[in-house]
């Protein structure tokens, strides 16, 4: 099925919206990351292609890394199905800012272990995510997962069902040195775009809801450190209260995208009674 966008035919309304989207999705998902720049100053850098004074270039070029990733994900939805190196050249996009170096792999998996510190009851917490050894593996499940999602998804249900899934399993494999959470927030969408929907928006104001949410995905699951089955990293429970809160961050851009539609549907009937 065609995107969302492509239903809309006025061109300028399209370009509007489509730009919209890319503000909140790219403000909201570096934000989430610690950027500092405000969704105003996100429009201003990448419509405008001026800096915001006082603020770092390290977050300037996040956003302009997000914006590019965001194309690349649009483009993907050509492809009948996506693979590893669609995955590598979204995270060189997303981290365009960054050197590599042998530690620091930009569009490679991880070489080195990689863990997460948060917070249960109280008592600061260790997880581990599986070992860079067991992670192309891994990924080869996901990759099957997310292309197997865009042939299946039949209602808004399944698209929900079908981002929390591929974001929960993506942020517990986090096969990247860095970027992870950006990359999750980006891929997941894919079947959903492929399917006619438009993409699920985790807002930064939401960020401490969204980060408990995802170490409740991976805490129950234990050491998953050499675990060579994604269903066993993700705990099954915890992804369907993840797509609860999905459902509802997916709301504004929902209401942005049926407004739009209404919009052009109400143009194309004043231009007949004009004709
Ligand atoms: N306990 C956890 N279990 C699984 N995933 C987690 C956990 N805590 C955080 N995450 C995920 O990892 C992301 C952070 O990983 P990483 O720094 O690689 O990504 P990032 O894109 O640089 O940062 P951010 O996600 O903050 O934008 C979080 O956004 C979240 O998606
Ligand atoms: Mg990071």
């Known amino acids: 099925m065609k995107p ?55 977050h300037h070029q996040e956003v ?15 492809k009948p199905e996506i693979k590893q190196d669609d995955l590598f050249l979204l995270h060189q996009a997303v981290l365009s800012e960054h050197i590599a170096d042998i530690y620091y792999p930009v ?30 593996a891994l990924m080869d499940q996901w990759l099957g997962d997310a292309n197997a999602w865009a042939d299946q998804i039949k209602s808004p249900k399944d698209a929900i069902q079908s981002y929390a899934n591929l974001h929960a ?4 494999v986090h096969p990247f040195v860095d970027g992870n959470g950006r990359m999750a927030r980006l891929l997941a969408n894919i079947p959903l775009l492929k399917n006619g ?47 609860g809160l999905c459902e509802r961050w997916w709301q504004p851009i929902l209401e942005l995208v049926d407004r739009t539609i209404q919009k052009d549907a109400k143009l194309r009937s004043q231009s007949f009674q004009n004709d």
């Open 4 to 58: 969302f966008f492509s239903q809309i035919q006025n061109a300028s309304l399209r370009k509007e919206l489509l730009r919209a989207i890319r503000n909140h999705w790219t403000h909201d998902s570096t934000a989430i990351e610690g950027n500092t720049l405000t969704l105003g100053d996100t429009d201003f850098v990448l419509s405008e292609g001026l800096t915001i004074s006082g603020k770092p270039l390290s």
């Open 64 to 78: 302009y890394g997000h914006a590019k990733a965001i194309e690349l994900v649009y483009a993907l939805l050509k």
């Open 107 to 136: 569009g490679k998996w991880k070489i080195e272990p990689n863990f997460t510190f948060y917070i249960r009851d109280d008592k600061e917490m260790e997880h581990e995510f599986p070992h860079p050894a067991v992670v192309p």
């Open 169 to 172: 399993k993506f942020v517990a």
């Open 197 to 243: 929907y438009p993409p699920i928006n985790i807002p930064s104001e939401e960020r401490l809801t969204y980060l408990i949410a995802v170490s409740e995905i991976t805490a129950p699951c234990g050491d998953v450190s050499l675990q060579g089955d994604i269903e066993q990293i993700v705990d099954a429970n915890a992804v369907n209260r993840f797509a």
